[in-house]
């Protein structure tokens, strides 16, 4: 998933996606809103499969209040991004992931793609979905301590004896 490399400025955003992509059960929506909200505005979602794998979606014409110009769909299919296929329910560009992509690389696709195809500007308004895992991202509260013990020491395993 080597893509172009993101400037500095979009770090937080993908940091938080990241972050909720390695929380989220089930999935995570990437909204941009438009001049009338949410509505129309490019996004982008994960959905975790159950065999480990993972389907990336990024919104087609028909959700898109400014089509996709032939350019910007010709850099989805250069980027890995499959077309649309809505007779069989998937009205998006998709691109499947297995497990060996980390959040981070998933993150940094998604984020390169609302920048590249969709021209999404840094000044942008974001909606994160599902919006209380968004907000336990953003104010750090992940969930009950699970009561592990974590300790750190200097000790290199490496020197262990065999």
């Known amino acids: 998933m080597s893509e172009p490399q993101l400037e500095p400025v979009w770090g937080s955003l993908v940091r ?3 972050a909720m992509v390695t929380l989220a059960p089930e999935y995570v929506v990437v909204q941009v809103h438009g001049a009338d909200g949410p509505n129309g505005g490019p996004y982008a979602q994960t959905l975790r499969e159950d065999d480990g794998y993972m389907t990336l979606e990024a919104s087609s014409n028909a959700f898109l209040d400014v089509p996709l110009e032939a350019s910007a769909m010709a850099t989805l299919m250069t980027m890995g ?5 809505p007779e069989d329910g998937l009205p998006n560009y998709i691109r499947t992931v297995g497990p060996d992509a980390t959040p981070g690389d998933i993150a940094e696709f998604l984020v390169v793609t609302l920048r590249d195809v969709y021209k999404v500007p840094t000044n942008a308004v974001f909606e994160l979905a599902p919006l209380q895992l968004f907000m336990d991202v953003i104010h750090g509260e992940y969930g009950p ?10 000790s290199d395993p490496r020197d262990a004896e065999s």
């Open 16 to 18: 938080t996606i990241a």
């Open 81 to 85: 991004w499959d077309e649309p296929r």
């Open 145 to 154: 301590a699970t009561g592990m013990a974590l300790f750190r020491d200097t």
